[in-house]
């Protein structure tokens, strides 16, 4: 654990060796409970299909204002009883994950309300909705919402399950609690769903009319369950279909799915109020979408196969990881502290190589909209920017982490981790 970069672990076997290895352990102790719970999800979007009789009348799209769209009504339902929701409102024009969350907090807000983030530091894309950082006039801050943000993670990024005095204030006065499931790209470890029901509990507790809005992101179809589920207990949850959500083959879009009521405002303030959900072209995706969707459980399967396998390989390799390789997930997204930033780029750099789209390019660190440090990006993907592809991200300031995510099929991810550990065993001996 102690040189991440300097000898090669002493005991560490060769390559093709550490991979079986690994596998033969996985295998025993960690594919099973996966496959099985990827099971259970799929038999759940599956009754959706089945429920709501989903027939090929419904993947043409009506033109225009787009009204009486029975194809954008039955993908919203069959959304639904996926995401374990009310309802859904799932739509192109959601143009991603931020502008998701960033429609659902306005759909929730309104001038003089105040909303507390229990989860920390929100993804850094949210900061401009906020209104935390930029000066635009739209931000909610600009809209007269005041923004609060504590934490439930304490310094050593361990979770503390009861609210502070100042916590419990906040939330007294709360119109909106937000709560981010997913690590984005902090330190903090991701909020598992047992985690979220005790949080959403103490608020109901403290102010059982503040609503509960989740960062659903890059955890759909993970657990067994989602936060809406009435044992998990949140109002609403937004996330991107070019995440979990769209099975890696939905070119756009993204979701906002909870309470009946509240979705349809959220819908008001997407379109216009009088059109809310009834309105919107589907720009003929409808059938797209249905086919994510059906595809998503077995994609996230995947993913989580091989974010398992590269927690394991790289923690044996002598990085620190999180989360382990043992532990479970509440997210598709893997941690790995490399510490040192030509380590960062060696690893970006081995992963575009073996992308299926790019591969000959080479990544390099560059500012982002909506981030504020330098951000390096590999993996080249069918989507642009899809990261339920086999993706990395990592914003390049210490402990130079590389949030690893995604992989379409397990055989590619393997294939990868096999391609950056030889890089970066090659380059230890090196040097
Ligand atoms: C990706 C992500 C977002 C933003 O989604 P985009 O589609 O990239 O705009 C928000 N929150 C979390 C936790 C995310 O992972």
Redesign the pocket.
């Known amino acids: 654990m102690d040189s991440p970069l300097g000898t090669p672990h002493p005991s560490l076997p060769p390559l093709e060796k550490h991979l079986l290895q690994a596998e033969v352990v996985l295998q025993a102790q960690r594919w099973p409970e996966l496959e099985a719970r990827s099971q259970k999800i799929f038999e759940r979007v599956l009754e959706g299909f089945l429920r709501y009789r989903v027939g090929e009348e419904h993947f043409y799209s009506v033109t225009g204002y787009g009204h009486n769209d029975l194809g954008r009504e039955v993908m919203d339902q069959v959304f639904a009883h996926a995401l374990e929701a009310e309802a859904a409102l799932v739509r192109p024009q959601l143009v991603?994950?931020?502008?998701a969350?960033s429609v659902a907090l306005n759909g929730c807000l309104k001038p003089g309300d105040s909303m507390v983030c229990l989860t920390g530091p929100p993804?850094d894309?949210?900061e401009e909705v906020l209104g935390l950082r930029g000066d635009s006039p739209a931000s909610l801050k600009a809209r007269g919402v005041a923004y609060h943000e504590c934490s439930v993670f304490d310094a050593e990024n361990r979770f503390t399950p009861e609210l502070s005095p100042l916590m419990e204030t906040l939330v007294r006065e709360a119109q909106l609690v937000y709560l981010?499931?997913?690590r984005?790209y902090s330190q903090r470890p991701t909020l598992d769903l047992a985690q979220l029901h005790t949080l959403i509990e103490q608020t109901r507790q403290i102010n059982p009319d503040a609503l509960v809005l989740v960062?659903n992101?890059?955890g759909e179809f993970v657990e067994a369950h989602e936060p809406t589920h009435p044992s998990i207990g949140a109002d609403l949850m937004a996330g991107?279909l070019?995440?979990n959500p769209g099975g890696g083959i939905v070119p756009t879009g993204?979701y906002i799915a909870g309470r009946a009521e509240v979705v349809s405002a959220c819908a008001d303030f997407l379109t216009a109020p009088g059109i809310g959900r009834e309105g919107g072209y589907l720009f003929e995706l409808t059938r797209t979408f249905l086919q994510g969707l059906f595809l998503a459980p077995g994609v996230v399967k995947e993913a989580l196969k091989g974010m398992t396998l590269a927690a394991k390989l790289f923690s044996e390799s002598g990085y620190d990881v999180c989360p382990r390789w043992d532990s479970p997930r509440s997210d598709i997204i893997q941690a790995l502290h490399l510490q040192n930033p030509d380590t960062l780029k060696t690893f970006c750099r081995l992963l575009q190589s073996v992308s299926p789209v790019g591969s000959h390019l080479t990544p390099v660190g560059a500012v982002t909209p909506?981030y504020q440090d330098e951000l390096m990006m590999a993996g080249g993907t069918f989507i642009d920017?899809s990261?339920i592809e086999l993706s990395a991200d990592a914003p390049l300031r210490p402990p130079y982490t590389v949030f690893f995510q995604g992989g379409l099929t397990y055989a590619h991810t393997r294939y990868a981790l096999k391609t950056v550990l030889s890089g970066l065993r090659a380059e230890e001996t090196l040097c």
């Open positions: 991603s994950g931020t502008h969350l993804y894309t949210l981010q499931r997913s984005g960062d992101c890059y991107s070019i995440k993204g909506g920017g990261s």
